[in-house]
Nanobody, 116 residues
Framework: QVQLVESGGGLVQPGGSLTLSCTAD????????MGWYRQAAGKAREMVAT???????DYVDSVKGRFTISREKTKMLMTLQMNALTPEDTGVYYC??????????WGQGTQVSVSS
């Protein structure tokens, strides 16, 4: 069992920046993928960015060039640097860890609000 703890959400003005962090309480030695997903009010949860244990990254088109995902493998620490935020980025951001095809873990979520 792995627990994920997120931090870094908050309220920011349009054009501002935030950094989200997620830490897993256990080191995972198998190939895995960590990622951030978000859910806006009334909408389905969507993938924002993912990064594999090998360092391969993927982003939803709407955040490319603005968000950067990174991770420190030995510490199971992942961050999401979010720049040039817009109101459309508002939502609850969830940390996710996938190990193989069966194990899928989620954090509690952290609120990101972009508003003037």
């Amino acid at each position: 069992q792995v627990q994920l703890v997120e931090s870094g959400g908050g309220l920011v003005q349009p054009g501002g920046s935030l950094t989200l962090s997620c830490t897993a309480d256990n080191t995972v030695y198998f190939p895995n993928t960590m990622g951030w997903y978000r859910q806006a009010a009334g909408k389905a949860r969507e993938m924002v960015a993912t990064i594999t244990s090998g360092g391969f990254t993927d982003y939803v088109d709407s955040v490319k060039g603005r968000f950067t995902i990174s991770r420190e493998k030995t510490k199971m620490l992942m961050t999401l640097q979010m720049n040039a935020l817009t109101p459309e980025d508002t939502g609850v951001y969830y940390c996710n860890l996938k190990i193989g095809r069966v194990n899928d873990y989620w954090g509690q979520g952290t609120q990101v609000s972009v508003s003037s």
